[in-house]
């Protein structure tokens, strides 16, 4: 390393904390334990008001009543989009999908609320994907236990 | 409930990364600075209220105990402030009530953030080591596995489905909100970017997600800097040209309950404009304010700002850049500073800078980017990622 003047600030590269975790997903493990075993979408509904959250909540905001789980096929409708251009750092869906990437508001169907996720454009050209189209899921083959695990293409 | 002024304000040049000051530094900075403004020493000081986002980024948990001691605050009550990039409007709304109470005669707020120290060793990239470390500020369990740490993106989400609900604003109108932000950092010194910049230039800048171009995304930044908050009693003690605060509010966005009815609004905006009007007895903000500072992550969400605010009708956002209202010159400035485009942004900061921003106007110290000051009344908004959180403060001069 060359040598730096004394008044220049000196920089100590600081590398001996990396937090890694063992995250407990709680309540929500049904939901993810149902994508790593059968590659299907799970999710909640309100037995008080009968809304079907999703993504999937231990309970209702609305009724405070703990929710069930309810089957749901995957397949919806984009509601909203932005074509990303930009590498996000360890994404690991982005690297595995590829840019850009279309960034969606997507209503699932039997579902009462929105998800934000990801969809892959199947040439990776603008306007391919856009506000009404049809998606389903793909589930990948390396699956951990995150929504990282599955990504959305045109259903037709 | 008294009533509150600010009587002080301390800054700092904005920088991409300041390494010649440890964060202890940058806070002893801009604390002397406000209170020199304010005409006062350490000891009128009996409360401090920090407003710092993220001490990941700064690799010190706790680092309000250090900054006490560091300013020589032993003794003091404080606390720390923390809600995303809105954290800053957050800290001036929890000041205000301390001071207004009568829990605290003459409060300092410390807003502070060192935001580029991340380093990704691996890739040799600062950018790099920020989106990751990033990252965890936003949802780990729902957004984080399917998507970058880019504010663009998150703020895409609300911005895409407002253009397609209300029309607007144009990707032209766009561009020259962010040329006007560019044009406004050059006349303040403190800007990290004095960089002339055209509408084409924007355009032509690199899409980071559609419709928005890196020349409308925000800077990020090593900053800092203070305000002092005083009862009515000290104030006028303290100075003769007391900004009193005359509206506070913040709210909150559904976040995961996207539908219908919230997507591709700001509701948390248009909830807490509303609360902070009725405190401070504005009805017909447009016309009763004299410079409004909003929070341009992008440029998009400056624009949504001013419809949310009230400022136009839904959807009308784009006009008033078109017809230069919202220019230095026009009939209600926007961001004189640069806002976070070109003048520079951080978590925790460029919310409290905004409101100095708006004293110093008011105050007409604001050197070549003085705006002309009619009603004596300004308005700051910022706003976490999504606007999921919003904080909006009301000022008007003495
Ligand atoms: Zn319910």
Request: some cysteine; aromatic content about 8%; charged content about 20%.
């Amino acid at each position: 390393m060359e040598s730096k003047p004394r008044q220049a600030p000196f920089e100590l590269p600081f590398t001996d904390w990396k937090p890694e975790y063992l995250y407990s997903l709680g309540e929500l493990s049904p939901f993810f334990r149902e994508i790593v075993d059968n590659q299907r979408l799970l999710a909640s509904r309100c037995p008080g008001c009968g809304k079907v959250w999703m993504p999937p909540r231990g309970d209702c905001p609305d009724c405070y009543e703990t929710t069930e789980w309810v089957p749901i096929s995957g397949e919806g409708r984009v509601v909203s989009c932005t074509y990303c251009y930009f590498p996000g750092a360890n994404v690991d869906l982005i690297a595995h999908i590829g840019l850009p990437y279309v960034f969606a508001v997507i209503e699932l169907d039997g579902a009462d609320t929105y998800m934000f996720h990801a969809v892959k454009p199947p040439s990776q050209k603008m306007n391919e994907v856009r506000s009404g189209t049809r998606v389903k899921p793909v589930f990948r083959e390396k699956r951990t236990g995150t929504i990282g695990d599955f990504y959305f293409v045109p259903a037709d | 409930m008294r009533k509150v002024a600010v009587v002080g304000i301390g800054t700092a040049p904005w920088q991409m990364r300041n390494s010649a000051q440890s964060f202890r530094a940058m806070a002893m900075e801009v604390v002397k600075g406000a209170l020199a403004h304010a005409g006062l020493g350490k000891g009128d000081i009996d409360n401090v209220v920090y407003s710092i986002y993220c001490e990941v980024m700064m690799k010190q948990q706790n680092p309000t105990i250090l900054l006490q001691d560091y300013l020589g605050f032993q003794g003091l009550p404080d606390v720390r402030i923390e809600a995303g990039a809105a954290t800053e409007g957050y800290a001036l709304d929890a000041a205000y009530a301390q001071v207004a109470s009568g829990q605290s005669d003459i409060t300092l707020v410390l807003a502070l953030q060192k935001g580029n120290d991340f380093y990704d060793f691996e890739t040799r990239s600062r950018g790099d080591g920020l989106r990751s470390g990033f990252a965890v500020s936003m949802d780990t369990t729902w957004f984080r596995p399917v998507m970058p740490g880019v504010p663009a993106l998150i703020t895409a989400a609300c911005l895409v489905p407002h253009i397609e609900r209300y029309g607007g604003p144009t990707i032209g109108q766009l561009a020259r909100a962010s040329v006007k932000n560019y044009e406004n950092a050059f006349n303040n010194p403190e800007a990290q970017l004095h960089m002339k910049v055209t509408e084409d230039d924007v355009l032509n800048s690199r899409i980071i997600a559609w419709p928005t171009t890196t020349r409308m995304c925000c800077l990020y930044s090593d900053a800092a800097c203070a305000m002092i908050f005083a009862s009515e009693e000290k104030a006028r003690e303290i100075t003769d040209r007391p900004v009193w605060i005359t509206g506070t509010a913040t709210s909150t966005h559904a976040f995961q309950r996207a539908t219908a009815d919230n997507i591709g609004r700001m509701l948390g905006t248009r909830i807490a404009a509303q609360r902070a009007y009725a405190m401070a007895g504005i009805r017909r903000p447009r016309d009763e304010l004299d410079l409004v500072q909003v929070h341009d992550l992008i440029t998009g969400a400056e624009v949504m700002a001013y419809e949310e605010l009230g400022l136009c009708e839904l959807g009308e956002g784009g006009r008033l850049v078109d017809e230069g209202v919202v220019f230095r010159d026009g009939a209600l400035p926007v961001n004189t500073d640069g806002g976070r485009i070109a003048c520079g942004h951080v978590g925790g900061v460029s919310g409290a800078y905004a409101a100095c921003e708006i004293v110093r106007q008011l105050r007409e110290e604001a050197g070549d980017r003085q705006i002309r000051v009619r009603t004596g009344r300004g308005l700051m908004q910022c706003i976490e990622g999504h606007a999921s959180m919003t904080a909006v403060t009301i000022f008007e001069r003495g």
